[in-house]
C-alpha cells in the first residue's frame, strides 16, 4: 500500500512531464507551420529545384547566297569550385597538359584555384573557356575535385579572315565587340530562357515534381548584301597587288548599281612588324578618310552640266601652268596651252581646266554638289565607326583651298563615299545608299528585308548619261585606258593624290610626297551592273605611283572576276573602244 | 460474446481490406515506378535532343569550312591542279530553248549566281524547329 501511494505521484508526475514535453513539441510544430514555414519551405526548394540558364543561339551572319560568315557553336567551359580543391598547385599542373599552359599561366591558375585569394578564387572561378570536345574529354578523364564544365557557345567564323574587317568580332561572353557583331549586336543577340525543376539527390528529374520551362528566343540571323567569293577573289587580289606594288595598303569596294549593295569590301595593309600584306582587320573603306584626288573631277563636271554652265563640248584654253589665288598651279602631264573640252579636261584629268570650270559654279556651287554625292557625311553604311569625311563650308575654304577641292584635295572622303560618289553616275544621276544587310531572319525562319538604300537624285538622267560618256572616254582615250576590259565597256576616273601628313603638309624636309592612287568606275557603262573603286594607299613614290598604274589594272581584274560571277555577258567581243568617236 | 459467423464475416472483411490496401500500395508503387522510369527517359530524350543539336552545329561549321574558298581555292589549285577560268564564253539560247528547258526541269536557277540564296535552301525550316527548347 505504501509503495501504491507512491506511485501515484510519480505517475502524475511523469504524466505532467509527458504534457510539458508534448505542449512542447506541440508549440515547436505550430511555430514551423506558422511562423518558420515559409523558410523551411524555401531550404526545402533550395535543395530541390534546380534552375537552369537556357542560352539563346546567337544569330548567325549568311553571305548574300546563304554561305556562313559567323556562326556560334556549342564548346564547353571548364570551371572550378575552390571549396572543393584540396591542392590548387596540384590541380593547376594537372590540367596544364591538356590546357597548354605555360609556367606563368599554371601559377595564375592555382592562384585562382586557392580559396580567398585575391583574384576570384570564391565559389567559381574560370579555368578555361570555351574549349572543343577534345580538351573537354581529356580534363573530364582527369577525374579532379572540384573541377566541372557546362556548355557555352563560342563564335567561329568558317572562312577564318575572310571579310573579317566588316564582320567584327564578339567577346568570350558572345557580346558584339567590332564590326557589324557590334552594330548589329542587339539583332543577333537572343533572350535566354529557363528550365526550373525538381531533382532528387542523384541528381534525377523528381516525377510529376514543379517544372516551368521559358523558350530560349534565337537571335535574328543578318543576311549580308557580300557575296563571300567574290569578297575572297577581291581580298587575294588586293593583297597580290599591295604587294606587287610595295604599296602600304589598299581598298576595294565593289557595289551593284542600282542597289547599293555592297558585293565585296576588301581592307588590306603591309604588317609593319613582318612586312607583308594581309587583309586589315580594321574596315578602313568605312572608317579611314584620304583626299580622293582628281576622281573627285567627276563633281566638277557634272555639276557644270547639271547647272548649264558648259556643256561636254564647251571649250577652253587650257594652259599647263597657271595661276589661282596666290599660287601657280600645273598639270600632272606637261602640255601646250591648247583648246579643251570639258571632255577632254576629264579624261586629260587637267587640274588647270577643272579650276576653270570650277570657277563657272562658285565656291557655294562646288560645296552643294559635292555634299549631294555623299561627300561630307556619313554614307548610311550603319558601319560603327564611319568616318563622316572632310568637307568644311565653302566660306571657310581658305587661299587655294577654293580651287583644290575641285579636283579632290582639301577634301577628305571615305572609300565607300568616292564609290557611292561615282555610283550616282552609274545609276542615271540618283545617289543611292550603299549598303551591307540585305535581310534579317527572325526566329521563325522568315526572311525580313532590310529596308532598300535611301535615294535622291543629284543629276538628271540627261546629265548622267553625258558623263557616262565623258567617263567612257577616259578609259578609252584618256588616263585610264589600263583599266579596258575586252568586251565590255568601262566607264571610270582616275586619281592620283597626295597623301596630307599627321604633321601638315604634304611633304616632308626632303620635299618627298606620298600619295593615294585611286581608280573608280563601272562596268558595262551601256547598262552599269557594278561600280568599283580601287584605292592604293602609298604606292612608292617614285615610279609608277599614278592610279592609272596601280589602281587600274586591279579595277580590270576584280571587274572581269565580278561580272562572272554576276554572269553578265560582254558586250561586245574584243576591244570596246575601237568603235567609239575619237574626242579632240 | 458476438456470434461465430459474425466474428467471421468481420475477419473477412479485413482481410479484404488488407488486400485491397495492399493492391493499391501495390498499385501506387507500381505507378510510381512507371512515372520514375518514364522521367528518366524524358530526361534522356531531352539530353539526346540537345547532343543532336549540338551534333548539327558542328557539322554545320565543319560543312561551312568545307564550303569557304579558304579551303577550297588552295585544294583545287594546290592538290587538284584546277586553274580558275579566265575567259568564260557565253551562249545566248533562244528564247524557245529557254522555255523548253524551263517547262522540262521548272525553275532555272544557277548555283554560280550571285544573289541566289544557295547557300541556305532550308535554314528557316531548320531554325524555325531548333529555336523551339526541348
Known sequence: MRRSGRTRPRLVAVLGVALIGFAILLGRVAILQTAEAAAFRLAGERQRVRTTTLPAARGAIFDRNGYELAISIPQTTIWADPRLIIDPA???????PVLGLDAERVARLAQRLTLGSDTDGREFAY??????????????????PGISSYPEPRRFQPSEELARSIIGSTDPDGRGTAGLELAFDEVL?????????????DGRTIPSGYHELIAPTPGDD?????????????????????????ARGGMVVVMEATTGD????ANARRNPDTGRVEPSSANLAAVDTYEPGSVAKIVTAAAALQEGVANSQSTWMIPARQRFSDHIFTDAEPHPTEPMTLARIIAKSSNIG????????????QERYLRAFGFGSRSGLGFPG?????????GEWQGTERYTVAYGQGVAVTAVQLAAAMNTIANGGTYVTPRLVQATIGRDGEDAPAPPGERREVLSPAVAQEMNQILREVVCRGTGKNARIDGYTVAGKTGTAYKARDQG???DASGRKKYYASFAGFVPAEQPRLTILVSIDEPPGSGEHYGAQVAAPLFVDVAREALRRLQVPPTSSGDTCTVAPDQP | MVPRPRRRTIGLLVAALCAVLFVGFLGLAAVQMTLAQNQQRLDRLEREVQDARDYYDRLRLAVARLQSPDYIVPTATERLGMVPATSPLYLTPSADVVNHVAAATGEVVSDAASGTGAGRPEWGAVKEISGRAP
Open chain 1, 505 to 507: 603638309g604634304y611633304a
Open chain 1, 90 to 96: 596540384g590541380t593547376a599542373n594537372a590540367l596544364a
Open chain 1, 189 to 201: 543577340t537572343g533572350e535566354p530562357g529557363q528550365l526550373v525543376r525538381e531533382k532528387g539527390q
Open chain 1, 222 to 246: 543578318l543576311v549580308l548584301t557580300l557575296d563571300r567569293n567574290l569578297q575572297y577573289v577581291t581580298e587575294q587580289l588586293l593583297v597580290t597587288q599591295v604587294e606587287s606594288a610595295q
Open chain 1, 262 to 265: 555592297v558585293l565585296a569590301m
Open chain 1, 354 to 365: 577643272t579650276m576653270t570650270v570650277s570657277k563657272l559654279l562658285g565656291a557655294e556651287g
Open chain 1, 386 to 394: 564611319e568616318a563622316e569625311g572632310i568637307l568644311e563650308p565653302a
Open chain 1, 127 to 144: 579555368v578555361a573557356r570555351q574549349v572543343d570536345d577534345g580538351v573537354a574529354e581529356q580534363v573530364h578523364a582527369l577525374r579532379l
